[in-house]
Nanobody
């Protein structure tokens, strides 16, 4: 069974850091792209980052560039999203998603598999 599980969310003060994890089961990491998305209340889902797990190339939304870093531990079938210098506007439910292939993309419909969300709240 193909499954993605995101965890690591929580409450943090502005300027703080959190690390989210996305554990993938039922996949092999030889042709998989993992994306992180977020959705704030009343807003559309937004692509945050994308990582090609074979070569670890990455793509980031302008809103998080320089603050967020995505990485992959292929031995553990886990992708991380390190979030630093958090702002109140980063508050959202964060989701990880996957698609087979090499395309780095922040477009939700390009992804075939989705995990449940983990909530991140940044207080001012």
């Amino acid at each position: 069974e193909v499954q993605l599980q995101a965890f690591g969310g929580g409450l943090v003060q502005a300027g703080g850091s959190l690390r989210l994890s996305c554990a993938a089961s039922g996949f092999t990491f030889d042709d998989l792209v993992i994306g992180w998305f977020r959705q704030a209340p009343g807003k559309e889902r937004e692509g945050v980052s994308s990582i090609n797990t074979p070569d670890r190339s990455t793509l980031y939304a302008d809103s998080v560039k320089g603050r967020f870093t995505t990485s992959s531990d292929n031995a553990k079938n886990t992708v991380y999203l390190q979030m630093n210098s958090l702002k109140p506007e980063d508050t959202a439910v964060y989701y990880c998603a996957a698609h087979h292939g090499l395309l780095l993309t922040l477009t939700a419909w390009e992804y075939d598999f989705w995990g449940q969300g983990t909530e991140v709240t940044v207080s001012s």
